[in-house]
């Protein structure tokens, strides 16, 4: 019999948590299931499964085999997936992670190129400000955009950087003041990202170093376009990357606040897991995605624009 069919239906069995379930996901008799589970138990010499009327536990040592049938699973996948992208064209789906506002200004439009280029691949999109796992959710890969990256269990290759400004609506500033320095920002209704901010302090770029100033508002969200949008209501001040506000700026909707002080940028992440076990379809989106990163978007305000802006400041 063959034994990955055997590691396919075993896996299967504890995701359903079920051999009924099992065999209607895998399209096979549920006797069929039964006799795949019983050769890899007896081919390994272990009881993997604790059977009841109503479900189906590991036992320790059917762990220990779900573990290492996963790592087996994958990297088989990926040899096919190799062998196969080696002969012909790259085709098969690509899961990838990103904050929504990022995702949806330049993400998107880079995929459609990318799938212009390889129309075999598709893409599984997943769009979220927080810390996506990846191999929770069954991601290739993710993008992260952070002050500065914390988790180093994944593999992270910096893209690029992202300048960020502090913007406000016309009305707040009109009926609370324009800050004229870095800590008028404590005497204001400040907007805070409780991922890229938890602690409540928005980090500056000084001629010394880094300037923390902590601040505090009204609104805590993981989410920036919520901070946006409370932000075009008159809420308050907040702190986006460039690209999320660029035509709120050109339009009037919101304006630029302290533009005698920058912002710590954010840096802009790919992550994965391993490079040893990606596809060559992932490996050639990440290739691409570099290219790109080489010549990114001008993020930088426009100088005019800002001029002006301060004076009325």
């Not at 899961?95 to 990022?102: E, L």
């Not at 880079?110 to 598709?122: C, K, M, N, S, Y």
């Not at 075009?232 to 990357?241: A, D, E, F, N």
């Amino acid at each position: 019999m063959d034994r990955l069919r055997c590691l396919q239906v075993f896996g299967e069995v504890v995701r359903c948590g079920s051999f009924a379930g099992a065999a209607r996901h895998l399209g096979i008799s549920r006797a069929g299931v039964t006799k795949h589970i019983a050769f890899l138990e007896n081919t390994l010499g272990a009881r993997l499964l604790n059977r009841t009327t109503k479900q189906v536990g590991l036992t320790a040592a059917g762990l220990m085999a779900l573990n290492g049938a996963r790592q087996l699973l994958d990297r088989y996948e990926i040899l096919e997936s190799d062998l196969r992208e080696s002969l012909n064209t790259p085709r098969g789906v690509i899961r990838i992670g990103s904050p929504p506002a990022f995702g949806a200004h330049h993400l998107v439009p880079l995929i459609a190129r990318f799938v212009g280029l390889h129309p075999d691949i598709q893409f599984s999109l997943i769009f979220d400000d927080g810390d996506l796992k990846l191999i929770e959710q069954g991601l290739d890969l993710s993008i992260r955009i952070t002050p500065a990256l914390q988790d180093s269990s994944y593999v992270a290759l910096p893209l690029t950087r992202a300048p960020q400004v502090l913007v406000a609506a016309p009305s707040y500033l009109s009926g609370h003041g324009t800050p004229r320095t870095l800590a008028d920002l404590e005497r204001h209704n400040c907007l805070v990202h409780s991922i890229k901010s938890p602690t409540g302090i928005w980090r500056f770029v000084g001629g010394d170093g880094e300037i923390p100033i902590r601040v505090r508002g009204t609104i805590f969200s993981n989410l920036g376009e919520a901070l946006r949008h409370a932000a075009l209501l008159g809420h308050g001040i907040s702190v986006h990357p460039y690209y999320m506000v660029s035509e709120d700026l050109a339009a009037g909707r919101l304006v630029p606040v302290l533009t005698s002080h920058v912002a710590q940028p954010l840096e802009i992440f790919i992550i994965y897991s391993s490079r040893q076990s990606l596809p060559q379809r992932v490996k050639r989106f990440i290739g691409f995605l570099k290219d790109w990163a080489a010549t990114p978007p001008d993020w930088s305000l426009p100088a005019r624009g800002v001029r002006a802006r301060r004076r009325n400041n």
